[in-house]
């Protein structure tokens, strides 16, 4: 039986919080559903700490080399078979069902994406403020849209390898969402909050265990501000 939906979770290193991510998304959630647990380069003995516990649904592939987030989420993407994909941080806790309450408003054609938790973008692209008047994206810890949209779209630009990736994405939506998707009435907005869900993000200890992030932030948001403004500050 195909899974609706399919949850990609990479990881690097911190084993003991994968562990518990898993396990509790697991715990809570009794529908069928394909985890597919990207690991990016860790060593053999986080990876083996990990492969033994032998979760259920669960498929588990191995980057040879530290890619980076942006790739292991586009290499999970590639392997899903759900019609829903969510993109999950592995320092994430999972305290009651929350993935279908996600996805519905994706279901029912209410957003292209959504997420539990919400963020005000200090500096939006000014042709998109009517996407968006608040300037408010998703926090990129978990995110939810439709399979067949996301491989429209492209799929995670990997110009961006830790950071701003889930921002452009976004971006990339709301401008389709304004030129297409909005004038045929299909859809009633781009992205949307789902607040309320059982799940907790623990904060940012994933990228802590990325070698050089302070300079791969700076990278990465050159990038964003060339490809998104008119010059990079």
């Known amino acids: 039986m195909?899974?609706?939906?399919?949850?990609?979770?990479?990881?690097?290193?911190?084993?003991d919080l994968t562990i518990r991510c898993i396990e509790s998304l697991l715990k809570h959630h009794s529908s069928p559903m394909q985890i597919i647990l990207v690991d990016d380069g860790s060593s053999k003995a986080a990876l083996r700490s990990i492969q033994q516990r032998q979760f259920s649904n669960t498929e588990v592939v191995r980057n040879s080399e530290n890619r980076g987030i942006t790739y292991s989420w586009n290499r999970g993407a590639e392997l899903a078979q759900g019609v829903f994909l969510?993109?999950?941080?592995?320092?994430?806790?999972?305290?009651?069902?929350?993935?279908?309450?996600l996805i519905a408003p994706i279901r029912k054609s209410?957003?292209?994406?959504?997420?539990?938790?919400?963020?005000?973008?200090?500096?939006?692209?000014?042709?998109?403020?009517?996407?968006?008047?608040?300037?408010?994206?998703?926090e990129g810890w978990c995110l939810a849209l439709a399979k067949s949209y996301f491989d429209r779209l492209g799929q995670?630009?990997?110009?961006?390898?830790?950071?701003?990736?889930?921002t452009d994405l976004q971006l990339r939506i709301l401008?389709?969402?304004?030129?297409?998707?909005?004038?045929?009435?299909?859809?009633?907005?781009?992205v949307?909050?789902?607040?309320?869900?059982?799940?907790?993000?623990?904060?940012?200890?994933?990228?802590?265990?990325?070698?050089s992030r302070s300079r791969q932030w700076r990278r990465d948001r050159k990038t964003y501000l060339q490809q998104w403004f008119s010059k990079a500050d």
């Open 156 to 166: 995670f630009d990997e110009r961006y390898r830790l950071y701003f990736s889930d």
């Open 192 to 211: 949307q909050e789902v607040p309320g869900l059982p799940v907790e993000h623990l904060g940012h200890r994933t990228t802590r265990s990325q070698p």
């Open 110 to 138: 209410e957003c292209l994406i959504s997420g539990p938790k919400s963020r005000v973008e200090s500096r939006f692209p000014q042709h998109l403020d009517s996407t968006s008047p608040k300037r408010k994206l998703l």
């Open 175 to 190: 401008q389709s969402f304004e030129s297409r998707e909005r004038s045929s009435q299909q859809v009633l907005r781009g």
């Open 86 to 101: 969510i993109f999950l941080n592995n320092d994430v806790e999972t305290h009651g069902d929350w993935c279908e309450r």
């Open 2 to 15: 195909t899974p609706e939906i399919s949850i990609i979770v990479p990881q690097f290193e911190k084993a």
